[in-house]
């Protein structure tokens, strides 16, 4: 489940043999994980958002074209803030 393996696990972690790293390398993995992981769920329900209004306007794109600039935001701003955030105050 870890990116980069017991690599970048902090030294002094138990359990985890082969545990080389230190809190930053911890840190980006962390960051990567959440941010990635909040993304793709984001994306899926994005899908579902989508076909919902193909579907409810007769699949005119001009109807519901606009839908798609505010899921790419959504889609990477809030899972960067709250990943920055976790990461900022060193809770990974």
């Excluded at 793709?40 to 919902?52: E, P, Q």
């Excluded at 001009?62 to 803030?81: Q, S």
Aim: aromatic share 16%; glycine share 6%; charged share 10%.
């Amino acid at each position: 489940a870890n990116i980069w393996g017991t690599w970048a696990v902090p030294e002094d972690t138990p359990y985890f043999a082969g545990a080389v790293g230190n809190v930053n390398t911890c840190t980006s993995q962390g960051f990567i994980k959440m941010m990635f992981s909040l993304t793709v769920a984001t994306y899926y329900a994005s899908l579902i958002l989508s076909a919902f209004m193909g579907i409810r306007n007769n699949f005119k794109e001009e109807e519901y074209a606009w839908i798609e600039l505010p899921i790419h935001v959504i889609a990477y701003c809030i899972p960067c803030g709250i990943a920055s955030t976790i990461a900022a105050t060193d809770n990974f």
